[in-house]
């Protein structure tokens, strides 16, 4: 029997210069409860006090241990510090597996390599030419609800010839199944498709969402038409009350009398802001403003999944038959604003107002900006996402931006707009990058570094090897560590696509894929 396994790499800081390489961070430690760090989805985490451009290099910075699991990693790790597990305090580390298996592993003991816990969720679907050649169980990142100690996850489920979706509460404690969790996820066509429940193919790669007691969950490549695969894709997203997942609040269908429209933001997480409102962008499908709404960014009233308003670039055409969707960025709210962005395949840089999106582009109040961010597909259809992260400041921002075969950019954000020439650019230029992550200790900017795992494959699948890279964030020109610079130490393993690292509590968190 061929056993598969994968390592998650914990990188750290190794030696006394720093302070003690396992001990605690000099203030609180940080919880990490979705993808993308926070509900704007920004991908910095701002309360890292331990690691800075002094400290993180090939001399004091390296592999401090990895973790086995039972598949590919997809899936973004997640933190909850100070959790007691079985009569002991751990800082607990949560990865989700390909295999359909979640875990809870201490994340500080090197020594301590089994699991606190592990819990499966059935057997996985196989693996395609979209996922890769192992199997398709938990693609999407899920998220944690720290307050009732709860992690929502979506699973694919194969049995009895059927590809099922379930959506799962479990105990952080322990693994155990709460809120009359398992669900079976069904998909309501608005035609004469009927209800699906049977769903080979199926992508919940978006991050999850839960906000206010209420679970959003949102789908790509829902198939209601075995005979046209291609075409018969459809988006969709759904709410849960997040105590009960036996209620369903409400279904929203991106393109009803259309085709296609799926959710899956490159795997980034659905946005949330203060006011109880819902942010994501569809991919390339159909769009009239009326009942379809592809090539779109929506903004929707909660857990009603009611659309209030919209973004939809003037050449959606296009870039749905060009397949150069914009779902491929996701969306990020920029902090203490109205304002937020979004992008695609295509590179573009859309920044909009919350408050009033602008509809179909060229009508009055939308777009505030479009700017090229980055080379993205041009004409043509390519597996490219747009990897972002926004460092908030106290009175500016940066904004990060590395795709396939490019260069890491920084634009600066000065008076509530880009400055769309980069503000730098690094010297490496890889095949592909699964996105870049910021860490700071909140605006100091000496503080700042930019992370990114790369491979110099171009191939949208497959197995390639990768490198974890940081950059001083106050100049990306400047590369401070390559794990490739001691390859026996460091060595990053496969890599993963659409994964940027976690870092948080003086570690970076990175999941290559690693079968053996």
């Known amino acids: 029997m061929r056993i598969l396994s994968s390592w998650l790499g914990v990188i750290t800081a190794v030696t006394a210069s720093v302070g003690a390489s396992v001990g605690a961070p000099v203030g609180a430690p940080v919880t990490v409860p979705m993808s993308q760090y926070d509900y704007g989805r920004t991908g910095a985490n701002l309360q890292e006090w331990m690691l800075n451009p002094s400290n993180v290099?090939?001399?004091?910075?390296?592999?401090?241990?990895?973790?086995?699991?039972?598949?590919?990693?997809?899936?973004l790790p997640l933190i909850v510090p100070d959790l007691d597990i079985s009569g002991n305090r751990h800082n607990v580390l949560f990865i989700a597996s390909m295999g359909n298996t979640v875990y809870a592993f201490d994340a500080d003991d090197p020594a301590q390599s089994e699991p606190l816990w592990s819990r499966s969720l059935g057997t996985p679907a196989?693996?395609?030419?979209?996922?890769?050649?192992?199997?398709?169980?938990?693609?999407?990142?899920?998220?944690?609800?720290?307050?009732?100690?709860?992690?929502?996850?979506?699973?694919?489920?194969?049995?009895?010839?059927?590809?099922?979706?379930?959506?799962?509460?479990?105990?952080?404690?322990?693994?155990?199944?709460?809120?009359n969790s398992p669900q079976l996820l069904s998909f309501p066509f608005?035609?004469?498709?009927?209800?699906?429940?049977?769903?080979?193919?199926?992508?919940?790669?978006?991050?999850?969402?839960?906000?206010?007691?209420?679970?959003?969950?949102?789908?790509?490549?829902i198939v209601p038409d075995p005979n046209d695969q291609h075409w018969s894709?459809?988006?969709?997203?759904?709410?849960?009350?997040?105590?009960?997942?036996?209620?369903?609040?409400?279904?929203?269908?991106?393109?009803?009398?259309?085709?296609?429209?799926?959710?899956?933001?490159?795997?980034?997480g659905i946005a949330a802001d203060d006011q109880g409102h819902v942010y994501l962008s569809t991919a390339g499908g159909s769009y009239d403003g009326v009942r379809n709404f592809g090539s779109s960014t929506l903004k929707f009233a909660g857990r009603s999944l009611n659309l209030v308003d919209w973004f939809t670039p003037n050449n959606h055409e296009f870039l749905f038959l060009q397949n150069i969707d914009l779902s491929a960025g996701g969306v990020t709210l920029i902090p203490d604003s109205q304002l937020m962005f979004s992008g695609g395949k295509e590179g573009?840089?859309?920044?909009?107002?919350?408050?009033?999106?602008?509809k179909l582009e060229g009508a009055p109040g939308g777009p505030l900006q479009r700017f090229q961010a980055s080379h993205?597909?041009?004409?043509?259809?390519?597996?490219?996402?747009?990897?972002?992260?926004?460092?908030?400041?106290?009175?500016?921002?940066?904004?990060?931006?590395?795709?396939r075969r490019?260069?890491?950019?920084?634009?600066?954000?000065?008076?509530?707009?880009?400055?769309?020439?980069?503000?730098?650019?690094?010297?490496?230029?890889?095949?592909?990058?699964?996105?870049?992550?910021?860490?700071?200790n909140g605006s100091e900017v000496g503080s700042g570094i930019v992370w990114a795992a790369t491979t110099q494959s171009t191939r949208s699948g497959g197995r390639a090897p990768g490198t974890l890279r940081a950059f001083r964030a106050s100049n990306v020109s400047q590369e401070i560590y390559n794990s490739d610079t001691n390859r026996t130490r460091d060595t990053l393993g496969d890599f993963t696509k659409f994964a940027p690292p976690v870092v948080a509590n003086g570690k970076g968190l990175t999941i290559p894929i690693l079968c053996r």
């Open 190 to 221: 608005a035609g004469s498709e009927g209800t699906l429940t049977n769903v080979k193919g199926a992508l919940q790669r978006a991050g999850l969402l839960m906000v206010g007691d209420v679970l959003y969950v949102a789908f790509a490549n």
């Open 406 to 440: 490019d260069v890491l950019r920084a634009y600066n954000f000065v008076n509530n707009r880009f400055v769309t020439t980069p503000a730098a650019v690094s010297a490496v230029k890889p095949g592909m990058t699964g996105g870049p992550s910021v860490s700071a």
């Open 57 to 75: 290099d090939a001399t004091h910075f390296g592999k401090l241990f990895s973790r086995r699991v039972d598949d590919s990693i997809y899936a």
């Open 348 to 358: 573009v840089i859309f920044l909009l107002n919350r408050n009033d999106m602008g």
């Open 233 to 268: 894709q459809e988006g969709f997203v759904q709410t849960f009350n997040a105590r009960d997942l036996k209620q369903r609040f409400a279904v929203f269908q991106t393109t009803p009398s259309g085709r296609k429209g799926g959710i899956w933001h490159g795997g980034r």
């Open 126 to 179: 196989p693996g395609d030419s979209w996922i890769g050649p192992v199997h398709h169980g938990i693609l999407g990142t899920p998220c944690i609800d720290v307050p009732t100690g709860t992690l929502y996850v979506v699973a694919l489920v194969s049995k009895d010839n059927e590809y099922n979706l379930w959506v799962n509460a479990l105990d952080i404690y322990s693994g155990r199944p709460k809120y």
């Open 376 to 403: 993205g597909c041009g004409q043509q259809d390519c597996a490219q996402t747009l990897g972002t992260a926004f460092w908030g400041r106290e009175h500016d921002g940066v904004l990060y931006v590395w795709d």
